[in-house]
């Protein structure tokens, strides 16, 4: 037994004939928020869909807590991890209590519903998510960082050990993407594990404990900040020359894009 929380091992994953995952291999420790960065087009998302079982790879394993992606039926997978997804799709009349309570499905038996305890496990989502005061407002009605904060409520309603999100900030003011990276980092500290895309460097720096960069389906470097934000390594993945240095009020690194790569 390994003291991984989640192991890849050889991914290989292609669509007419062209290579998007290219032999990925790497391991996630139990607790850790990594981010997942890199160009447009670079594989993120494709890598998260094949670690959550949305697509099937042409070749490699993958494994949760030690036992194998393909051994897990939906439901009990559904019970492992939440997904985050970019697009988070509350264009209905429905309220955000009633939002967050779907996160509770994979725990329910067949024909029966939610009960006082899905309630309040509901109602804790909503709190530690910061939006404990929405709970009877509409979600459709919301703005876009509102409505990210309702779908990590929802995942946080699901009591999963692994929450996979796909740039979950891309869209949103400074303000909410440091509440919700502020909100995940919490959540390693209390033991969960997540994976994110993240689309920007410095963010990814300040909250990650370790930084996968991919291009072109291929790893460029997988480590801690310190590690993998070098000029070579991000001039190879982005095609920018870059200055980088620390911040002095946090310690992080900080990178400072020059110009494109000549």
């Known amino acids: 037994m390994s003291n991984s929380a989640i192991t890849v091992k050889g991914l290989l994953f292609t669509r007419d004939s062209r290579n998007i995952i290219s032999n990925i291999t790497f391991s996630v420790s139990p607790g850790e928020l990594v ?3 890199g160009p447009n087009g670079a594989g993120k998302t494709t890598l998260i869909k094949l670690i959550l079982g949305l697509l099937k790879p ?11 992606l393909h051994k897990y039926s939906p439901k009990e997978l559904y019970k492992k991890i939440a997904f985050v997804p970019q697009e988070n799709n509350l264009d209905f009349p429905t309220t955000v209590l009633e939002t967050v ?11 029966h519903l939610e009960n006082e305890e899905d ?3 509901a109602e804790e989502a909503l709190t530690a998510a910061g939006i404990e005061d929405f709970s009877e407002r509409f979600a459709n009605q919301l703005s876009m960082g509102e409505k990210q904060l309702v779908t990590i409520a929802k995942a946080l309603a699901q009591e999963t050990k692994f929450i996979f999100l796909d740039e979950p900030t891309s869209s949103l ?3 909410h993407t440091i509440q919700i990276m502020e909100i995940l980092k919490g959540l390693t500290l209390k033991g969960k594990t997540i994976i994110s895309a993240i689309h920007d460097l410095n963010t990814a720096s300040r909250y990650c404990d370790k930084i996968l960069i991919i291009n ?5 470097g ?14 190879d993945a982005f ?4 200055n980088i240095h620390s911040s002095e009020q946090t310690g992080n690194i900080l990178i400072e894009p020059i110009n494109t790569k000549s």
Do not use: M
Request: charged share 30%; net charge negative; hydrophobic share 40%.
């Open 216 to 220: 072109k389906g291929e790893i460029k």
């Open 222 to 235: 997988f480590g801690k900040a310190e590690e993998v934000f070098t000029k070579e390594i991000i001039q």
């Open 35 to 37: 981010g997942i960065i």
């Open 239 to 242: 095609s920018v020359n870059v």
């Open 58 to 68: 042409d070749s490699g394993e993958i494994y949760i807590e030690d036992l194998n």
């Open 173 to 175: 003011d400074v303000s």
């Open 119 to 121: 309630y309040k496990i």
């Open 101 to 111: 309570l779907l996160g509770r499905i994979p725990h329910l038996s067949r024909f």
